[in-house]
């Protein structure tokens, strides 16, 4: 069961804070290795490649990647109504938030004249992946799906494992979902090899290369993200799921307990820490977590995280320091839970969501409440956003001078050449002067 630690009397500081947080253990060292074969092979052998790995990790013998149009008809029309609900109201949520997050160009104009536009651009194309394994995730098609519409995206192409279960397609839910939301190319692809096809494009498969890559999955998936950025843009990391709550006396211990629990059950490797100053409190929780974990449909994987060295229950002399823990962890998902968070929020600046008061649980943002959930992991938070419209999104300056206006700066920009040792680029000025070149 997770444990109790007691912080309270220890030296701990902003310099020092970061040796008291509960981390995931150390990956699998060959694991890069691994992931490297795996999309060269891809890269160099194409479909051929993909057939394989399908065979070998997802027991998917005779891979057909392609998704038909009437297999996606098919899907949406099979859908469970009160899920469609569902996932039309994340939709709709989702999509308002996504829009009302969008960037507004601008423009300078300079009293001397001339003016700089920022503009916004989005990617012409764009690769989702959507996991697979020990769960099935419509919410993660809409959160990418709707932030690259939002963006402006033209060609959005979704990725999602083959289901040995459902005759080596994808699985029926996630199929349904990107019905919903207009998306038309689809390929039962998973894991490294599914990134690398997104990178570098399947010509058998008519498979174009994309220019973004975002979307969750296991080791493979982030190291294989990892291992093209730069070849394409990628979104944060996002690895194992983590949930850090700071909540004092006043906080309820079930509904505490309820939503570590509530991130347990996404991996063995969930990261679930309560950091508070209150024993009383803390001792609630872990009686409250332990009949939980007990009860819980996915036990097995709920105690494996709950009993990792990333979890725990840290208890602490001050809110103050419960800030400075936080922070340090940067987690994936920051919940909120004492009696005047309004002091706090402004102080937490390292997490992928924050989610305040009692009836703010992570797992609303998870599904409906409008909130992107495909957020950075494994302190990446400290550096990196989550998902939204600006992920999609090249921001462009259109510079825009004429003679009279770059005369007022002509002398400035031939000064700092000729500081550089840059002489051509000050001749790119001075012709513009001179009466024999003049091209007004």
């Known amino acids: 069961m997770i444990r109790l630690t007691d912080l309270r009397g220890l030296s701990i500081t902003p310099t020092s804070v970061a040796s008291f947080v509960p981390r995931v253990p150390a990956g699998d060292s060959d694991l890069p290795h691994v992931v490297e074969e795996l999309m060269h092979s891809v890269r160099h052998n194409g479909l051929s490649?993909?057939?394989?790995?399908?065979?070998?990790?997802?027991?998917?013998?005779?891979?057909?990647?392609?998704?038909?149009?009437?297999?996606?008809?098919?899907?949406?029309?099979?859908?469970?109504?009160?899920?469609?609900?569902?996932?039309?109201?994340?939709?709709?949520?989702?999509?308002?938030?996504?829009?009302?997050?969008?960037?507004?160009s601008?423009?300078?104009?300079?009293?001397?004249?001339?003016?700089?536009?920022?503009?916004h651009v989005p990617v012409?194309?764009?690769?989702?992946?959507?996991?697979?394994?020990?769960?099935?995730?419509?919410?993660?098609?809409?959160?990418?799906?709707?932030?690259?519409q939002a963006a402006g995206v033209k060609e959005i192409v979704l990725v999602s494992p083959p289901q040995a279960e459902f005759a080596g397609r994808i699985h029926p839910t996630i199929l349904a979902t990107a019905e919903l939301l207009g998306v038309t190319e689809v390929y039962a692809l998973g894991g490294a090899g599914a990134i690398a096809a997104l990178a570098w494009g399947v010509p058998e498969l008519d498979l174009n290369p994309v220019a973004v890559i975002t979307g969750p999955g296991n080791q493979y998936v982030a190291a294989a993200k990892r291992a093209v950025r730069g070849v394409v843009g990628i979104d944060s990391e996002a690895g194992p799921s983590e949930i850090a709550i700071i909540a004092d006396a006043t906080a309820h211990p079930e509904f505490?307990?309820?939503?570590?629990?509530?991130?347990?059950?996404?991996?063995?490797?969930?990261?679930?820490?309560?950091?508070?100053?209150?024993?009383?409190?803390?001792?609630?929780?872990t009686l409250s977590l332990e009949r939980r974990a007990a009860e819980a449909e996915n036990t097995e994987r709920v105690s494996s995280a709950l009993g990792g060295e990333q979890s725990a229950l840290l208890v602490c002399d001050s809110l103050e320091h419960a800030v400075w823990l936080s922070n340090a962890?940067?987690?994936?998902?920051?919940?909120?839970?004492?009696?005047?968070?309004e002091g706090l929020l402004p102080l937490l600046t390292n997490a992928g969501a924050i989610f305040v008061g009692n009836y703010t649980p992570v797992s609303a943002g998870d599904y409906a409440a409008g909130s992107n959930h495909v957020l950075p992991t494994h302190g990446t938070a400290a550096f990196s956003s989550g998902l939204s419209p600006l992920t999609f999104l090249k921001s462009q300056q259109i510079v825009d001078y004429d003679k009279q206006a770059l005369s007022h700066i002509a002398a400035h920009v031939e000064n700092f050449a000729r500081a550089e040792h840059l002489p051509a680029h000050a001749e790119a000025i001075a012709v513009r002067f001179r009466p024999e070149d003049d091209g007004a």
């Not at 769960?135 to 959160?143: E, G, K, R």
């Not at 962890?329 to 968070?341: G, R, T």
């Open 106 to 119: 601008a423009t300078t104009e300079f009293h001397t004249g001339g003016t700089v536009t920022m503009r």
């Open 256 to 285: 505490v307990a309820a939503d570590l629990v509530s991130q347990a059950e996404h991996d063995e490797l969930a990261s679930v820490v309560l950091v508070t100053d209150s024993w009383e409190l803390a001792e609630r929780v």
């Open 49 to 104: 490649a993909l057939v394989d790995q399908a065979a070998t990790f997802d027991g998917v013998d005779d891979l057909e990647p392609r998704t038909t149009p009437a297999e996606l008809s098919r899907a949406a029309s099979e859908l469970e109504r009160s899920l469609k609900a569902a996932i039309q109201e994340s939709i709709r949520r989702v999509r308002a938030a996504s829009e009302d997050s969008l960037p507004v």
């Open 124 to 148: 012409h194309r764009a690769g989702v992946y959507v996991p697979g394994g020990k769960a099935v995730y419509p919410s993660s098609v809409i959160m990418n799906v709707v932030a690259a």
């Open 329 to 341: 962890m940067a987690p994936e998902h920051l919940q909120v839970m004492v009696s005047e968070p």
